[in-house]
T-cell receptor, first 115, second 112 residues
């Protein structure tokens, strides 16, 4: 149980285009999902907290207009990287919170490469 | 959230027991300690969680002393597939535990 999927697993796009990444909780409902970014050989950095039916809460330094988050249902959150640039190339990981201890279950990640 | 400190890296050999210690001097009363494992290009995977004393599951054991200012993840008889980065996190479960702050983690390298 508690499986989280992400789609796509990897994407390559041209600079200036927008890319949407989906995060789904497959066998549970999650009112709260999180989006992280991880650069090579670095730790995960929380970008934003996504709450179903409300606006996302962004961490300091993360541009909300660039990284659009939509949490339209209890099983799906999407992250759209708008007008992507090469510096946005990174590993994007989502997690979904569930269970009595608010445990976070992580997706497999999405490798974004912006040319 | 309490800050955590772990060794940057550790080396071991197959079949050995590995103990990774994490310091969290500012842990709060309601904080739980959670360990995650991450392989390259994959999301973190939950290993074990505890509040005090000892917790054991099929994968690992977690030792937490009485003052809770540190914790030790114990991996029995490691194999090559245990080579990964291990993260120790501390957070308040019942107030939401909503944000996880990942430290640098410990890169464990298991050799034949």
């Amino acid at each position: 149980g508690a499986v989280v999927s992400q789609h796509p697993s990897r994407v390559i796009c041209k600079s200036g285009t927008s890319v949407k990444i989906e995060c789904r909780s497959l066998d549970f409902q999650a009112t709260t999902m999180f989006w992280y970014r991880q650069f090579p050989k670095q730790s995960l950095m929380l970008m934003a907290t996504s709450n179903e039916g409300s606006k996302a809460t962004y961490e300091q330094g993360v541009e909300k207009d660039k990284f659009l988050i939509n949490h339209a249902s209890l099983t799906l959150s999407t992250l759209t990287v708008t007008s992507a640039h090469p510096e946005d190339s990174s590993f994007y990981i989502c997690s979904a919170m569930s269970g009595p201890y608010n445990e976070q279950f992580f997706g497999p990640g999405t490798r974004l490469t912006v040319l | 959230l309490a800050k955590t400190t772990q060794p940057i890296s550790m080396d071991s050999y197959e079949g050995q027991e590995v103990n990774i210690t994490c310091s969290h001097n500012n842990i709060a009363t309601n904080d739980y300690i959670t360990w995650y494992q991450q392989f390259p290009s994959q999301g973190p995977r939950f290993i074990i969680q505890g509040y005090k004393t000892k917790v054991t599951n099929e994968v690992a054991s977690l030792f937490i002393p009485a003052d809770r200012k540190s914790s030790t993840l114990s991996l029995p008889r490691v194999s090559l597939s245990d080579t990964a980065v291990y993260y120790c996190l501390v957070g308040d479960m019942y107030s939401g535990y909503s944000t996880l702050t990942f430290g640098k983690g410990t890169m464990l390298l298991v050799s034949p």
